[in-house]
């Protein structure tokens, strides 16, 4: 498998002096199987870049993809109207998130639609699919995707992706619950070659009235990658408000209590 990160800032988009290294986009990855299938991950504004390039490079027709939604807040979905192969007709685009097809289908349609956007969602002339995350797994080429609810207002969902022995976890939008650890979480992390995790607020930030917000913190994320013996953990859904400087020096009081600690940024491609 490839990853690569599109947007890893949480809540909005930023821009400007100090917040270059990781970037501003919004949630968006992307995973490449062996099999060279194409699964993203949310639908940030670090789609829009994504799409291009998709464009760019189309060698098939039509271009399948795959998109897996953790759930449905802006800055996990706010990027789609602006996803160029949303527009082919030489796109299949199959959404797969944890509501019915027909909601799924609902709440994009009320994002792309009159008076917030200039065309309708069912007007876009890619062939769009609709699945319901239920089934404990499912394939995706050789990839098998599996899932895991979190602590997050409204919901989310935690993805688990793994080809023979390497698997990767997105694990953000989530907190620990009061006075504990999310064992569930632990348990569906377990081994994880790669635990992506929410690393919103500082320990501090986190304890001065961010509480039950469905946030979390580097400091929470290394006790979960310690008790689930993960290889690396990476911090992810960065704080709009954190510089470089300071997401830098998150990772480097994370390190000491988990040493194999590195943070997502906008470009950073890994091969498993």
Same mark, same amino acid.
């Given at each position: $498998?490839?990853?690569?990160?599109?947007?890893? &800032? /949480?809540? =909005?988009?930023?821009?400007?002096?100090?917040?270059?290294?990781?970037?501003?986009?919004?949630?968006?990855?992307?995973?490449?199987?062996?099999?060279?299938?194409?699964?993203?991950?949310?639908?940030?504004?670090?789609?829009?870049?994504?799409?291009?390039?998709? =464009?760019?490079?189309?060698? *098939? &027709?039509?271009?399948?993809?795959? +998109?897996? @939604?953790?759930?449905?807040?802006?800055?996990? !979905? $706010?990027?789609?109207?602006?996803?160029?192969?949303?527009?082919?007709?030489?796109?299949?685009?199959?959404?797969?998130? $944890?509501?019915?097809? &027909?909601?799924?289908?609902?709440? +994009?349609?009320? %994002?792309?639609?009159?008076?917030?956007?200039?065309?309708?969602?069912?007007?876009?002339?890619?062939?769009?699919?609709?699945?319901?995350?239920?089934?404990?797994?499912?394939?995706?080429? &050789?990839?098998?995707?599996?899932?895991?609810?979190?602590?997050?207002?409204?919901?989310? =969902?935690?993805?688990?992706?793994? *080809?023979?022995?390497?698997?990767?976890?997105?694990?953000?939008?989530?907190?620990?619950? +009061?006075?504990? !650890?999310?064992?569930?979480?632990?348990?569906?992390?377990? /081994?994880?070659?790669?635990?992506?995790?929410?690393?919103?607020?500082?320990?501090?930030?986190?304890?001065?009235?961010?509480?039950?917000?469905?946030?979390?913190?580097?400091? *929470? /994320?290394?006790?979960?990658?310690?008790?689930?013996?993960?290889?690396?953990?990476? @911090?992810?859904?960065?704080?709009?408000?954190?510089?470089?400087?300071? =997401?830098?020096? $998150?990772?480097?009081?994370?390190?000491?209590?988990?040493?194999?600690?590195?943070?997502?940024?906008?470009?950073?491609? !890994?091969? %498993?």
């Amino acid at each position: $498998m490839e990853l690569e990160f599109w947007g890893v &800032r /949480g809540t =909005i988009p930023v821009s400007g002096r100090g917040k270059n290294k990781y970037g501003g986009h919004t949630p968006c990855a992307t995973l490449i199987g062996s099999s060279g299938e194409t699964i993203i991950v949310d639908a940030g504004t670090g789609i829009r870049e994504l799409g291009d390039k998709l =464009i760019k490079e189309r060698r *098939e &027709r039509p271009l399948p993809l795959s +998109l897996l @939604l953790t759930h449905f807040h802006l800055d996990h !979905i $706010m990027g789609l109207p602006f996803f160029a192969p949303l527009f082919s007709a030489e796109t299949v685009i199959t959404f797969y998130a $944890m509501s019915s097809p &027909r909601e799924t289908e609902k709440y +994009l349609s009320t %994002l792309i639609a009159s008076p917030f956007f200039p065309k309708d969602f069912g007007e876009t002339k890619a062939t769009k699919l609709f699945k319901k995350v239920e089934e404990q797994s499912f394939a995706l080429g &050789r990839v098998l995707v599996s899932h895991c609810p979190l602590h997050h207002p409204q919901g989310s =969902i935690a993805y688990k992706f793994q *080809e023979k022995e390497k698997s990767i976890v997105f694990a953000t939008d989530t907190e620990n619950p +009061l006075g504990g !650890i999310d064992e569930r979480l632990v348990s569906f992390v377990q /081994g994880a070659s790669i635990f992506i995790y929410d690393a919103t607020f500082t320990p501090e930030e986190y304890e001065t009235g961010r509480k039950g917000w469905g946030h979390s913190t580097w400091l *929470e /994320g290394t006790k979960i990658a310690k008790e689930a013996k993960v290889s690396d953990l990476c @911090l992810s859904h960065f704080n709009p408000d954190h510089s470089d400087r300071k =997401i830098d020096r $998150m990772v480097s009081l994370a390190k000491k209590e988990f040493p194999q600690t590195f943070a997502a940024r906008e470009g950073l491609k !890994i091969d %498993l």
